[in-house]
């Protein structure tokens, strides 16, 4: 609705006349959950007949090429989900709460959950949380809630960042039997271990993808699916991923970072706290006596 006059222009009506903020609610007021609901399940299983038509030219075009079909990776259709936090001023919306705001934190907000398709960016659900509600709180529900909707997720792989990683969620994917990509915070134990692990495969160039100009270390894991008749072996895979020109850029910012801090400190001047909180853990600091004399050195 509020962005309709900025739409307008770029598209043709045969009728087009703006509405009172008064029309606008009694328009909204006649749509129950139902009618979202129902909506959004076929605008799901538009994108799903959409990406079924793409495939199939895709695997056409394939053939006149000489392969024999698509990429397997595309059989099924992928579909992001994310969810972001919109700030309010309004008294009445009873989903508005005080959360962690990474702007205007003094006022109340919704958490929005959206997923998109991967061939047209359409979006195939919505939801509206709690302010306060996180995005790995929210996950789970959102896969149940699709799933008694009706959207059928069978040939559907849902995308999400790290934002939405836990283990309870992970197993939840594999108990519902839903395909899935998520990303996964580095700070992980278990992750840092394996990054530690095949440290050198990360800087072999048969690792080496040039297309993507990144190294990728794919290994297996093993996990367990809950079913009526008892746990089944799952298989999950892990994508280690090392971006050279990145890593090389971080490095030097950082190394221009510390320096900056050395030279501060050896000139007795005061580092910024944010500034020290920052270089400190790649800074060992030491006290040594020379002629009586107490003095401050630095190694990095």
Aim: glycine fraction near 4%.
């Amino acid at each position: 609705m509020n962005g309709y006059e900025d739409w307008l222009p770029d598209n043709w009506l045969p009728v087009s006349a703006p509405l009172s903020s008064q029309r606008i609610s009694e328009l909204l007021a006649q749509v129950d959950h139902g009618d979202m609901v129902n909506y959004f399940r076929l605008r799901f299983d538009r994108s799903k007949e959409n990406y079924q038509k793409w495939l199939e030219e895709l695997t056409q075009n394939a053939k006149k090429k000489g392969s024999a079909t698509a990429p397997s990776t595309l059989q099924k259709m992928y579909m992001a989900l994310d969810s972001t936090a919109i700030s309010t001023f309004s008294m009445t919306i009873e989903d508005a709460a005080y959360g962690h705001a990474k702007q205007n934190p003094e006022l109340k907000q919704i958490n929005l959950t959206l997923a998109v398709d991967f061939l047209n960016g359409d979006v195939c659900y919505a939801r509206e949380d709690e302010g306060s509600i996180t995005d790995k709180s929210v996950y789970r529900s959102v896969l149940a809630q699709m799933k008694s909707y009706g959207f059928d997720l069978d040939e559907t792989v849902l995308v999400t960042d790290r934002g939405y990683s836990s283990i309870m969620n992970l197993q939840s994917l594999f108990n519902t039997d839903v395909s899935f990509v998520a990303g996964v915070p580095i700070v992980e134990k278990g992750l840092k271990d394996k990054f530690a692990k095949f440290r050198e495969a990360l800087c072999d160039l048969a690792f080496y993808n040039s297309e993507y100009d990144v190294y990728c270390r794919t290994i297996k894991e093993d996990w367990k699916q809950n079913t009526e008749g008892g746990s089944i072996d799952r298989t999950c895979f892990v994508h280690l991923y090392r971006f050279p020109e990145i890593a090389l850029s971080q490095q030097k910012q950082l190394l221009k970072k510390v320096d900056k801090a050395l030279d501060k400190k050896r000139s007795r001047r005061v580092v910024d706290r944010d500034d020290w909180n920052f270089v400190a853990r790649f800074i060992t600091e030491r006290k040594e006596e020379h002629d009586g004399k107490e003095n401050l050195g630095e190694e990095p």
